[in-house]
């Protein structure tokens, strides 16, 4: 244990005699969050929006068709249990439970109820609330409009002359048949962790998803040092000495994860003092989620380095492995503005969005630990399969 | 006197090549055993197999009775290693790169601390012990290079041509530092060179490797045996033709010939006696000679004899 604390000590004073890697690896996620965080992307992220119909009327309907046809929402539907599976899950803002009766209350001028379910208050709920409301507002009105024309020119017989005034009527009618304020009810349910959160903005996904981007490159090229080393000579003649190859791993990977912890830390602390990166309430949680990436990061690196002969090859390789699924990953933008299911799928097989993910739930979805205990164990599962398929890769001697 | 180091039967092949053929030798406890050969002749893979770094095809190696296949971290313990690259880290200082190599071995608090001020000592490192190790010339990384091994005092030194690429005085430095180990310590030494005149300063007892065979072995007096009573007359000339090569074969008294870049090598019994007729006959044919010596047997002649080249000029004719 001894020998493995030496050899991770070791590898760290090396990286900090040549702080350039370190340094521009810190400086660049910073600059890459200012910039990237500044954009305003709002407008491409579509709102996710769940729609339970009980009621099967046209004023249901409509309401629903009326919020697919927006842009910046994605509808979904289905059962209630899905509705609850999925505001828990964090994959849509709130489900709008319509309930039977529905059209029937609004036909006779009656106040019908809906539930709501959601995850926490914020801006966009509200702003979606108040969006709904005026949908079944537009949605009945325009109906009874529509209704109330039909009816008047079906009465006419001849309506030659007397277009006007049949306009007039019909205007009437209709503003007759307007509801009192507000023309719907909402029983709101909250199924948040109870812990006050960061509302969304474009600052902490850039924040987490560069974070997470370059400590990759961190900790590959730093456990990816014994390329170097055994170039030079020092790997074979720490084999020639009373040292285990436990240790020499056991040391070699603690060293790369020590450095890949402290840039993340340095990342998290210059985030929230020098952007204002609110990192929500649960920073035990966002640590322990960082601490499995952090270690799954370092095997992959483990076992690319050991799937390469020379440094200039793992410095060929990384760049392309690290961007393209940390863009899979959704490290760059939101997996919510992500539409083509082959992606995501394959997004499922890449640390990055079960870190992404899982961050992103409790920095400003609030959500608990336990709801993101499955993401970690993710991580280090396919950790220890990196670790693995390491060490079946490794060639220890000459 | 007890058996430092067996080698018994050693083989090692990578792929279809044979690095190392069938070799055997001993080291006796406190004696400094040489290895020559030429480059590629498998003095490394040799070396590699006894420090433990490669697992030979057959055959094994005792060190203190210890084998390195079934008790490798008993040999590690046993043994230092220099190996023929320097194996440091450069952008360490050299007080922080024997401290790494000694805890390595174990070493630390007080004990460590003045092994590595002993250590710097040996080295004649210690006012640059602070600097870091790419600042240093290459005989001073060398010796450092020595250094790391000797941390562990260990009880046999394994050193793989640790003086090439340096100047004279840091090679005549190296060379007297091992010589005083051995004398003061009693420590046992295996070395490897190509150079001749390393060995025969240095070393008891002498083997030769070519092709991975160890050819001969033995004192430096029994190789020379090995070549009689022959001298070697050395020719440098500004041109060699294939005629006058033949011609100085068929010449009464002289034994071999061997030639090599303009280098005519001639052994032979007698070197007064035949000396005219071969420096007549060479500018018979236009040969110009520039130079010529003549050498006592030694190594470089025994290397000559038994293989027909020399120890670093490649195949001779």
């Avoid at chain 1, 969006?131 to 009816?151: E, G, H, M, Q, W």
């Amino acid at each position: 244990m001894y020998k493995a604390f030496v050899i991770a000590h070791n590898k760290i004073r090396k990286q900090l005699r040549q702080p350039l890697l370190f340094l521009v690896m810190l400086a660049l996620p910073l600059l890459f969050t200012f910039f990237m965080g500044s954009m305003n992307t709002e407008g491409a992220r579509r709102i996710p929006v769940f729609f339970v119909d009980n009621d099967h009327s046209r004023y249901s309907q409509k309401v629903i068709d009326n919020f697919k046809a927006q842009p910046c929402y994605r509808v979904c539907t289905g059962s209630k249990e899905e509705a609850v599976k999925q505001v828990q899950d964090f994959k849509v803002q709130a489900a709008f439970i319509i309930n039977e009766g529905f059209g029937e209350a609004l036909e006779a001028n009656k106040v019908p109820r809906v539930d709501v379910i959601r995850v926490r208050e914020s801006g966009e709920f509200y702003a979606l609330t108040g969006f709904f409301r005026s949908t079944v507002n537009k949605v009945a009105s325009n109906l009874k409009i529509a209704d109330l024309a039909l009816a008047e020119i079906s009465q006419a017989k001849d309506v030659t002359g007397r277009a006007a005034l049949i306009a007039e009527r019909a205007y009437r009618s209709a503003s007759e048949a307007w509801f009192p304020q507000p023309p719907v009810g909402l029983n709101i349910q909250s199924y948040s962790s109870g812990k006050q959160t960061a509302a969304y903005n474009q600052m902490v996904h850039a924040a987490i998803g560069f974070a997470l981007f370059f400590v990759m490159y961190t900790v590959i090229f730093s456990i990816g040092d014994h390329l170097e080393e055994r170039k030079q000579g020092t790997w074979q003649r720490l084999l020639t000495l009373p040292v285990s190859r436990r240790a020499l791993l056991g040391g070699s990977l603690l060293g790369s994860f020590t450095l890949g912890m402290a840039q993340i830390t340095l990342l998290i602390l210059a985030g929230k003092f020098l952007f204002g990166v609110n990192w929500g309430a649960n920073l035990p949680g966002v640590l322990l989620v960082i601490t499995a990436f952090v270690f799954c990061a370092t095997c992959l690196g483990l076992l690319l380095s050991n799937l390469v002969k020379t440094t200039a090859q793992l410095q060929a390789v990384t760049p392309v492995l690290v961007v393209s699924t940390s863009m899979l990953g959704g490290c760059f933008w939101p997996l919510d503005i992500v539409n083509v299911p082959l992606l995501l799928t394959l997004a499922r097989v890449v640390p990055q969005s079960w870190a992404v993910t899982a961050l992103e739930d409790l920095v400003w979805r609030g959500a608990a630990l336990g709801s993101v205990v499955p993401h970690i164990l993710v991580l280090l599962l396919m950790g220890t399969l990196f670790f693995g398929l390491a060490l079946k890769a490794m060639r220890w001697g000459t | 006197m007890q058996t430092m180091l067996t080698v018994n039967k050693l083989t090692k092949k990578y792929g279809p090549q044979t690095a190392v053929d069938n070799v055997s030798f001993s080291v006796q406890q406190g004696e400094i055993w040489g290895l020559l050969g030429p480059n590629g002749a498998g003095k490394s893979t040799t070396i590699a197999i006894i420090s433990t770094l490669l697992r030979p095809i057959s055959g094994d190696v005792l060190v203190q009775g210890h084998s390195v296949l079934s008790a490798p971290d008993r040999v590690r313990k046993l043994i230092g290693l220099v190996p023929q690259h320097i194996a440091l880290y450069p952008t360490l200082s050299a007080y922080e790169n024997l401290a790494f190599f000694g805890r390595m071995y174990g070493l630390r608090g007080q004990k460590l601390k003045a092994r590595v001020a002993e250590v710097l000592d040996i080295t004649g490192l210690t006012a640059r012990a602070k600097d870091r190790v790419e600042t240093f010339s290459g005989g001073m990384q060398r010796r450092l290079n020595i250094g790391v091994g000797l941390m562990n005092r260990p009880a046999l030194l394994i050193l793989d041509e640790p003086t090439v690429g340096i100047d004279p005085q840091s090679r005549r430095h190296i060379l007297e530092t091992i010589k005083h180990l051995n004398a003061s310590s009693g420590m046992t030494v295996l070395y490897t060179s190509h150079y001749m005149e390393e060995v025969e300063f240095l070393c008891d007892r002498v083997g030769i490797i070519d092709h991975g065979r160890l050819i001969a072995q033995g004192t430096k007096e029994e190789l020379k045996h090995l070549v009689g009573e022959r001298e070697t007359i050395e020719i440098r000339t500004s041109g060699v033709s294939p005629a006058a090569i033949a011609h100085l074969r068929q010449m009464t008294g002289v034994d071999e010939v061997l030639c090599a870049e303009n280098t005519i090598k001639v052994l032979t019994g007698n070197a007064g006696a035949v000396l005219s007729r071969v420096v007549a006959s060479l500018n018979s044919f236009d040969c110009k000679i520039k130079s010529f010596r003549i050498q006592e047997p030694n190594l470089e002649s025994v290397f000559l004899h038994l293989t027909g080249k020399g120890l670093r000029d490649g195949r001779m004719t």
